[in-house]
Each structure stands twice: as structure tokens, then as C-alpha cells.
């Protein structure tokens, strides 16, 4: 992940609620660097949408994200729902 990125968080959260987020994100970071996973990812990303279950607040992270790490939630998650158990994602 780059020095400087502004993870996108909301002030109603939870602690926990912003714990389970940025575990996401840097799960997303791991991707893109060494791998991950696919039931790892996918574990994390349940626990995203159970603090972000609205699909359009979503792609509104994930855009955010995007635009400062030019890393795509969006396409590690694509790539971890078709790929089968046991593989592991790397972008």
C-alpha cells in the first residue's frame, strides 16, 4: 500500500467495524503484492460487507481506494468469487 493512502472509513462505524475494513484493504494491498488466499479474501471481504452491506456504498469505497492505490477491490473480489478453493490470488 502506498505511504499515504486514506483508507475510506465512515465516523459511525465501530471500532471493530473499522478493524475488520482495514483488514480488508490490506488484504486487497496483498494481492496485488505477494498474493493471497482465495478463503482468506473472502472471509475478509464477508466481514466488509456486514459494515458495508450497501452495494452502492461500496463501489464508492472501492472507487475511493481505487483512485489513491490504483489497486481494484472490486477485481480482486471478481477474481476470488470465480477461482476455485485453495487458490491463491495475485493481480
Not at 7 to 35: N, Q, T
Not at 82 to 91: A, H, N, P, Q, Y
Request: aromatic share 10%.
Amino acid at each position: 500500500m502506498k505511504n499515504e493512502v486514506n483508507i475510506p472509513l465512515s465516523m459511525d462505524w465501530e471500532k471493530d467495524e473499522i478493524v475488520d475494513v482495514v483488514h480488508f484493504y490490506e488484504a486487497i494491498d496483498e494481492c496485488y503484492s505477494k498474493g493471497l488466499k482465495r478463503e482468506k479474501i473472502m472471509g475478509l471481504y464477508q466481514r466488509f460487507k456486514k459494515v458495508v452491506p450497501s452495494k452502492s456504498e461500496e463501489k464508492q469505497h472501492f472507487k475511493e481506494y481505487q483512485k489513491q492505490t490504483e489497486q481494484s477491490p472490486y477485481h480482486v473480489v471478481k477474481k476470488a468469487k470465480d477461482s476455485s478453493e485453495g487458490t491463491v490470488i495475485k493481480i
